[in-house]
């Protein structure tokens, strides 16, 4: 069993692969029958001929099956199970190989992958947004940092010390985002996904609706979550419950 990502969604799934080589067999010689079974982990990797069934030596990363070398592909055994639907199926690739973006923004899935980070932590609030990103294998520093905030290398969230506390938190969440979601190039697509997830983890949709039910002021909700003024805005109208905030509760 291993990782890998959904090419069209970004959703990471636990399944069984395969590596399928271009060579014959030394066994049996059919052609192109070779296959390295769970070969996205490094170790261990098991030759198996497909006609066969031969077990060999080698695999698709050093000398293949009869000391020579082999090209090959990866496939996967399972469907997205996310969004793969019974007209399009979903392509899971390795997860090192995930560069593409989707096509168009993906808010729902945005939301989706928030809201199960937020309970895998315990459904607390306010959100510790930096543990969170900590526990995803992110560093965040705060430093004089001349842009308004940034993931460096993939690993490293850089925030701006002189921003208000809010606002470096829906920072952090923003950043968090890129990463869960594989997000490689600069896009305007991406910010709407980032954007998307860290005002859900922030200010999770089901929280939300009892702040507002509760019949608490704007202020007050946005101190409930420790949220700035606009990730408050931006929640509440993506959610759809700004205009049940009545005349006397708006900011």
């Not at 928030?114 to 430093?143: N, Q, S, Y």
């Not at 993939?154 to 506390?165: F, M």
């Amino acid at each position: 069993m291993t990782v890998a990502v959904c090419r069209e969604c970004g959703q990471r799934s636990t399944l069984r692969s395969s590596f399928e080589l271009d060579g014959e067999c030394p066994e049996c010689g059919t052609e192109e029958a070779l296959i390295a079974e769970d070969a996205y982990d490094p170790e261990p990797l098991e030759l198996i001929c497909c006609d066969c069934r031969a077990h060999l030596d080698g695999g698709p990363v050093g000398a293949g099956a009869a000391g020579e070398d082999h090209e090959g592909r990866y496939t996967v055994e399972d469907r997205c199970p996310f969004c793969s639907t019974d007209e399009e199926r979903g392509e899971i690739v390795p997860l090192e190989s995930f560069k593409t973006p989707r096509a168009q923004p993906d808010t729902p899935t945005a939301r989706a992958a928030a809201h199960k980070l937020w309970v895998e932590h315990g459904r607390r609030i306010p959100v510790d947004v930096v543990a969170i990103a900590r526990a995803a294998g992110l560093t965040v520093v705060a430093g004089p940092f001349a842009h308004a905030g940034r993931l460096r290398e993939g690993h490293t969230i850089e925030i701006p010390e002189t921003d208000a506390v809010a606002r470096q938190r829906f920072t952090v969440a923003h950043e968090l985002g890129h990463s869960i979601l594989r997000h490689t190039v600069p896009h305007d697509k991406l910010e709407i996904e980032a954007n998307a997830f860290a005002a859900e983890l922030l200010l999770p949709r089901e929280e939300l609706r009892k702040a507002v039910n509760e019949h608490l002021a704007f202020q007050q909700i946005a101190a409930r979550f420790k949220a700035s003024r606009p990730a408050t805005l931006y929640a509440l109208a993506d959610a759809r419950l700004f205009n049940k905030l009545s005349s006397s509760r708006l900011p």
